[in-house]
């Protein structure tokens, strides 16, 4: 089985900012796109930035500029870097890690969440 665990949430004024960490673990052969995901009350759930293997990315049009997200495959670890937040950015925000596993094949695995909170 494969854990994931996102970690780095927590409360911000508008304009500041948080680094998100999202860590896998487990029966895993290798790890393919990793993936931020945020949902905020009453909204459904949006991509806010992924990032491939090779490093292509994807921004959700709102966080482009603001928002940067890395990868370290050593880690199997994803970060996603965010400044200039405003209270809008407040959402739970998920990892989903597109992962070979050893037995299962390639599966996608998500993290419990971690909130983010920005205060106006």
């Known amino acids: 089985q494969v854990q994931v665990v996102e970690t780095g949430g927590g409360l911000v004024q508008a304009g500041g900012s948080l680094k998100l960490s999202c860590g896998a673990s487990g029966s895993i052969r290798s790890i393919g796109s990793m993936v931020w995901y945020r949902q905020a009350p009453g909204s459904q759930r949006e991509q806010v930035a992924s990032i491939t293997p090779g490093g292509r990315t994807y921004y959700l049009d709102s966080t482009k500029l603001r928002f940067t997200i890395s990868r370290d495959d050593a880690k199997n670890t994803a970060y996603l870097q965010m400044n200039s937040l405003v209270p809008e950015d407040t959402a739970v925000y998920y990892c989903?890690?597109?992962?070979?596993?050893?037995?299962?094949?390639?599966?996608?695995?998500w993290g419990q969440g971690t909130q983010v909170t920005v205060s106006a």
């Open positions: 989903k890690v597109v992962a070979t596993t050893l037995d299962r094949g390639t599966l996608d695995f």
